[in-house]
């Protein structure tokens, strides 16, 4: 691709956390105007003081290789970026930076301190924010907390939030493979493949989400509280006894749900909804059955979110909530079927 010549150096930092339009249209602004770029990315110790689930820096890094490659960009170079700044108060080739209305006074803070060191000042070339479909920045702790995607985009339509859907037979045998790591263990003895499980799960940086009666109450047996429960009163389509149902009494906030068996309605959607906005465990008690709900869970839920259910006969799968898995559950979503 062709690259501008109004400048011969312009610089650009930057976290770059799950790679999105706001960032593309940064970087193009650079590449678009100068002969070289030098794109400096912050360091995994500057990213954790921001949050711990962004991306390490090596992912941050290749997300922008791929992008300069798919879009044949040959001018840049990237760099590791340990402090605020960088070489830019000192870099004697360089004659412009690209700033966020955010980044402008850093950027002013610069020029001061080259202005001190008998540097010239670097042009500013200021980038506006990229909004979303709500008219909302579109940002990394946007898509971390689970209401975008990277393009601005939201993982549940408004149009099926409200709508009753029914699935499509052609998923049953998609839907039957498992979504997730499968921890096994003996079917009498769940808390064997569940004690494995709520191993791999970091709980200091992931709230866990649980599906099925079975699973909830395996989990309360062994003194965990799921952040969210969902439970439906059966176990493998069977009613349970009043004596084999869920005690709840350990969770703060009970919501009810109505959600007939292969269906998604907005009853259930919005009782999730409700239940990710609480900061205390909530229990959904479904009317109907529970089944479907992790497809629901992963399109609203953070990044990082841990959902538990299990798998009959086999053990417990454990799925992690990610852009792969949040698109993977948008798509299934799409074959659903609208009803009235």
Known sequence: MATGGDYACCLVGGTFDRLHTGHKLLL????????????????????????????????????????????????????????????APNHKSADSIVATPETLGN???????????????????????MLDYSGRIISSSRIRSGKIDPDGNPWLENSRR??????ASSLDSELKTPMGTLFSGPEEYPEVAM????????????????????????LLEMG?????????????????????????VAFTNTLRAVNPAGHLTPSLIQ??????????????DVDGEEDLAPIIIHCLAPIGSSVIYGQPKVGVVVQISSIEVKTRCRDILALFEVVD
Request: proline fraction near 3%; glycine fraction near 2%; aromatic fraction near 2%.
């Open 28 to 87: 193009s602004m650079a590449l678009t105007r100068a002969e070289k770029v030098e794109i400096h990315v912050i360091s995994d110790e500057m990213a954790a003081h921001k949050s711990p689930l962004i991306q390490d820096y090596e992912t941050r890094v290749n997300a922008i290789l791929d992008w300069l490659e798919e879009k044949s960009h040959r001018n840049a170079n990237l760099f590791k970026l340990n402090d605020s700044f960088g070489p």
């Open 107 to 129: 950027c002013h803070e610069i020029n001061r301190l080259r202005e001190a060191s008998g540097l010239a000042r670097l042009s500013i070339l200021e980038v506006p924010h």
């Open 162 to 167: 409200i709508s009753n859907m029914r699935m």
């Open 195 to 218: 004690a494995e499980a709520i191993e791999s799960i970091d709980r200091e940086n992931s709230s866990i989400i649980a599906v099925g009666d079975v699973t909830v109450a395996t």
């Open 224 to 248: 965990i509280i799921p952040d969210i429960a969902i439970i439906d009163g059966m176990t493998k389509r069977v009613a349970l006894n009043e004596s084999a149902k869920v005690n709840t």
């Open 271 to 284: 009782a999730i909804e409700v239940a990710l906005s609480n900061e205390n465990p909530t229990v959904i």
